[in-house]
């Protein structure tokens, strides 16, 4: 199990969160995790990667002049496997990973294995789609003092890819774990139409800029621009998903974000922890809204 960010309980300060977010553990193709924490007993059973036979996604890369230069992997699993049809492509779903993950998380047997859980869902029935992810690197998916804009990376250079390869950017689904949770929510807005529907689990959220995540954003100034606390009117007429567990860092904060939205969005908080057997419990459903309200 891993997690970037400390238990519940603790006050969670600047400097309690640099000493948690010191310790790395590897995840083979996933690249490095978060934090590695004790696996609690009362956090629910872990989810299980489906046994079938998911097909190979498809990977490249490409350097982003809004990353300054960042050479950004992607991976991309569709219907087919990684075969692409030569008439109109499906739907995809973007991923946004979390901290210290990378666009392979999102396949890698060690983590979510996404394209196991897209191959059993359409088996299921579940309506097709494609899941593409990008690197992100680790600024939270908005733009930073730097310059770098993971955020502007996406719409404008991610999206166009993905287009190129005959997939249907008109109809957008956002998933994000984590950092990449908030990553999805910031990035609705500045979407508008494309964006069908968005999931988000574990999202990193916080009440105020003492105590998020070192590195998370550029200072004060930029946590009250960035945060989405405020501005849930944006996400109004969006269909949305939040699971969270109710042993994660980020549940307090997540159930006042729901709370304040002005309607309930599915989903809801169950036993789980900030971790990769929470995630892979409720990614199931999390796909099945995403590609239900993309077939809309």
């Not at 969160?17 to 193709?29: I, N, Q, S, T, Y």
């Not at 060690?110 to 359409?122: K, M, P, T, V």
């Not at 992100?136 to 390869?165: C, N």
């Not at 904060?253 to 922890?273: K, M, N």
Request: aromatic letters at 8%; proline letters at 7%.
């Amino acid at each position: 199990m891993t997690r970037s960010e400390p238990r519940p309980g603790r006050r969670l300060s600047r400097r309690g969160l640099l000493g948690a977010g010191g310790g790395v553990v590897a995840l083979g193709a996933a690249g490095a995790a978060g934090a590695a924490y004790r696996h609690r007993t009362d956090d629910g059973p872990d989810g299980v990667v489906p046994h079938v036979r998911g097909g190979e996604p498809v990977s490249g890369s490409f350097v982003s002049a809004a990353r300054k230069g960042a050479t950004c992997g992607w991976s991309i699993a569709t219907p087919w496997g990684g075969r692409f049809t030569d008439g109109p492509g499906p739907p995809v779903v973007v991923v946004l990973h979390g901290r210290r993950n990378d666009h392979a998380s999102a396949f890698a047997r060690s983590y979510l294995a996404l394209d196991r859980f897209l191959a059993a869902g359409i088996a299921d029935g579940m309506p097709p789609v494609a899941i593409a992810s990008v690197d992100g690197g680790d600024t939270y998916w908005h733009a930073r003092r730097s310059g770098e804009d993971a955020g502007a990376m996406v719409v404008d250079e991610f999206l166009p890819l993905l287009a190129q390869r005959g997939l249907d950017t008109s109809r957008i689904g956002l998933l994000g774990w984590s950092m990449g949770g908030f990553g999805a929510l910031h990035l609705t807005p500045a979407l508008g139409d494309a964006v069908k529907a968005v999931g988000v689990m574990s999202p990193a959220l916080w009440h105020r800029y003492d105590d998020t995540s070192p590195g998370a954003f550029d200072d004060a100034a930029d946590f009250a621009r960035m945060t989405v606390f405020g501005r849930e009117n944006t996400l109004a007429d969006v269909p949305l998903r939040v699971d969270c567990g109710t042993g994660d860092p980020f549940y307090a904060a997540t159930r006042d974000f729901v709370r304040d939205l002005p309607e309930r969005p599915a989903g809801g908080f169950s036993r789980g922890d900030h971790d990769i057997g929470y995630w892979r419990r409720v990614v199931p459903k999390q796909l099945r809204f995403l590609a239900e309200a993309l077939d809309a």
